[in-house]
Structure formats: C-alpha cells, structure tokens
C-alpha cells in the first residue's frame, strides 16, 4: 500500500467574469479577484494492486456516492495508472461545503495531486491541476478555483483557463494582512452558474472591475470594488446586509462570497478581531471565523 496526502487552500472571490465560450475546457473559465485561506482541503490517498480497479470517497469521515468532481478526477486519471488498484480517498474539510469557499475544486485539485503521488502516475504539478480544472468545469461547479487553489496568495486571474494558460497579478507582501468570514448557508454554484440573468449581471461589472484590478491591486481596492460586485448582482440576503451594515457602522469593510451566503474581508491583522465581534453581535447564532491568507498554493503535505 502507497499514501499521500495534499492540501488545496480554500479561497474566497469577491469578484468575476465568466468566460466559459471556449469549446476547450482548459481555456473555459473565468477572470476574477479574491483571496486564498489558511484554511482548506486535505486529501489522503491510500492504493493498494487489486485484481479490478475500485475507489471509496469519504468526506469528512463519512463515505460518500456524491462527490461528483472527485469522481470525474479518479475517472480522469484511471487509464494513467499502472494496472488496476483499490483506492481509498479521505477528505478533510476546513471549511464550509458548497458557500463559495472552493472546495470542489480544492478536493479535485488535492486528490489529483493526492493520487498523482500516491500511484506514480509522473504526471507534473500543473498537469494534475489541469485534470481537476477540467473536471471542475465538466461538472458546472466552479471556473477558476482550481488556478486560484494551486497559486494560493491575494490576487487577481486576468487571463480565464486552466494552471498553465490562465494568467494572474499577484499581490506581492500580504504580511499583515488576514481574513474574517462568517457563513450563514450555502448557494448552488451551479445553479447560479446556468441562470441567464444572473450571469449578465455577473458579466456587465465583472470584467471592468478585473480590468481595474489588474492595474493597480489593494485590499482597499479589491473590498470596494467587489462590494459593489455583489450589490450589482443582487443576491445579498436581508440577515446579510444587517451583518454588512453593521460593519459599515464601525469603518470596516466586508463583502459577500461567490457564491455563498457568506460575508468576509480581506482586512489588516489589526482589525480582525474588532470585525469578528461586530459580525457576531449583528448575527446572533452565528461565528466569524479569523484566519489567515495562504501564501503556498497546494501542495503535497
């Protein structure tokens, strides 16, 4: 029996274009800003030689027969391995499943560099980053949280498509800087993601604000310009702008997550906590969380 295990950093966007008109899935995608946590997903593959190919998925210590991505990247990555094996897939989630945190695309990302290792596939990193890019698209979950998965850092994606075509400005030193979220529920990314209205509301700011970015990106910038994203787009909940409202009221900014029903900033260290404690009172119930930003993309652990 062979095991690895990889990491893939949850990642909140506050802003993006869709650009999924490629008939290529590694040119399908989306041009967008938003920022990688401390937080995330961890995979563990364990293969073993079997006389007929067989794979498990647990989540979060739970099997599961719906872990529609994973299953596109096992499927994906079957014909590369070297004969037929049982494959044992744990994952662990840090975060909250289907609220804009990445996590499909982490999951897809972490197993196939997960898997990659574990059976010697030889596959590169980028390539294995490809295989879950595309199944993430093939499977309407997401369009560029893979990219921004395997980067990690604050930035923003000015070029759609996968690891190794997508290109992206990075923000250079995010020392001192952190994040603080509160999740209220999850949105369907991929109901949101097939409703014509809201992808040309998406559409009609995205691209600008990302073209504004890619010239000149700050925290400042990236809050204001994606609070103005999501007040465009129109899916902010009422328990959501009373919590946004009343960090208005103390001179912090926040945001919604795409696409979740969840508030978070990418705020100064120093503010962090003042935030969690306005998010909490104005939402009773509910807990902010405060972390920080991943520099490192993923990786095997």
């Known amino acids: ?55 498990v998925i647990s989540i979060n210590g739970r099997r599961t027969d719906a872990a529609f991505v994973s299953e596109s990247v096992l499927g994906k990555l079957r014909p590369l391995l ?37 059976a010697g596939v030889g596959l590169s990193r980028v390539e294995a980053a490809q295989v879950a890019h595309v199944a993430e698209i093939e499977c309407g979950t997401g369009l560029g949280s893979v990219f921004a998965a395997l980067n990690g850092g604050f930035g923003v994606l000015v070029k759609p498509g996968a690891p190794g ?21 999850p949105i369907s990314t991929k109901e949101a993601l097939s409703n014509p209205d809201l992808r ?26 994606s609070r103005r994203f999501s007040k465009h787009i129109s899916l902010i909940t009422p328990r959501m702008r009373r919590a946004m409202d009343a960090a208005d009221g103390a001179g912090l900014a926040s945001t919604m997550a795409m696409f979740g029903e969840v508030i978070f900033s990418l705020v100064d260290t120093d503010d962090a906590s003042e935030l969690a404690s306005v998010l909490e009172e104005a939402a009773p119930g509910y807990e902010a969380v405060v972390t920080g930003v991943d520099e490192g993309g993923a990786r095997l652990v």
């Open 1 to 55: 029996m062979k095991e690895a295990t990889a990491f893939a950093p949850g990642h909140l966007t506050g802003l993006f274009q869709i650009r999924d008109e490629s008939p290529d899935p590694l040119q399908k995608g989306a041009r967008g800003s938003g920022v990688s946590l401390d937080l995330g997903v961890y995979t563990r593959v364990n293969v073993e030689s079997s006389d007929v190919h067989s794979h």
């Open 200 to 225: 040309r509301r998406i559409n009609e700011l995205g691209g600008r604000f990302v073209d504004e970015l890619g010239r000149e990106l700050t925290p400042v910038r990236f809050m204001e310009f």
């Open 165 to 185: 075509i997508g290109e992206a400005v990075r923000y250079p030193d995010t020392n001192g800087l952190g994040v603080v979220y509160l999740y209220f529920a």
């Open 82 to 118: 070297p004969g037929p094996l049982r494959v044992a897939v744990e994952v662990t989630l840090e975060t909250p499943l289907g609220a804009g945190f990445g996590s499909s695309g982490g999951g897809a990302l972490s197993l196939a560099l997960a898997l990659n290792e574990a």
